[in-house]
């Protein structure tokens, strides 16, 4: 019978990407808005400013984060590549290195040479790849999908104060910006930390006040500029 159980890290991958491009698309969308709407701006262009920051913003943390994924996997690839030759050149070396690796995690010597004998026959690479590199199949880096995340997740954050613009008057505009913002950023924030097993008030907590340092930072910028010029 195979065991199962659910682990929290098996969420860990998707979960960041997508925690922080759906933070990032509310905190930077809403912050970008209530910095035009101090600046004594219309509807339209809080809109449009809104809009802008969502295309940009988007595409932004797809790029960065496909880039950043990215390098994390040319470097397993260069790593893998190295045992590869490194298997094939020193058997036996090999066989020790993962012989002292099982020692130092507390087996006794001759029980680890037995463990590295029958996983290197079992499957050398995958022994190495693991134990010496930990790398593994729910943590290699995943560029696209990372990226494609965190576009989406930014996106759909980011319509949460856009909507608020398209449906609400325009003489309460700036107080339904930051209310629906930090409302859908403290749930955003219970929401993580429960998946990641932490406390979900701390977890809200954190990133209200963070959403709500942003914005009001940015509407102070936007209202003395908006003065000044």
Not at 3 to 31: F, K, M, P, Q, Y
Not at 93 to 120: D, N, P, W
Not at 154 to 183: E, K, T
């Amino acid at each position: 019978m195979r065991h199962r159980e659910g682990h929290r890290s098996h969420h860990s991958g998707w979960l960041r990407a997508a925690v922080l491009g759906a933070n990032d698309g509310i905190i930077s969308t809403a912050s970008l808005m209530m910095g035009i709407a101090a600046a004594q701006a219309d509807s339209s262009a809080i809109l449009l400013a809104g809009v802008a920051g969502l295309v940009a913003g988007a595409m932004s943390m797809a790029a960065g984060e496909y880039v950043s994924v990215r390098s994390q996997a040319d470097t397993e690839a260069a790593d893998l590549a190295r045992e590869i030759h490194e298997l094939e050149n020193d058997v036996a070396g090999e066989l020790r290195e993962l012989e002292e690796i099982y020692v130092a995690r507390g087996l006794e010597r001759s029980l680890a040479h037995e463990v590295a004998k029958q996983l290197t026959a079992h499957d050398a690479l995958g022994a190495h790849a693991r134990d010496e590199l930990g790398i593994t199949d729910m943590f290699s880096a995943r560029p696209l999908q990372a990226a494609l995340t965190s576009a989406g997740t930014f996106a759909v954050g980011a319509l949460i104060p856009l909507l608020v613009v398209l449906f609400h008057p325009a003489q309460y505009l700036s107080f339904a910006i930051v209310s629906f913002s930090l409302i859908a950023l403290v749930l955003l924030g219970g929401l993580a930390a429960k998946v990641g097993g932490a406390n979900t008030f701390v977890g809200a907590a954190r990133v209200g006040f963070w959403g709500a340092a942003a914005m009001a930072l940015t509407a102070a910028a936007g209202h003395l500029f908006g003065v000044v010029l």
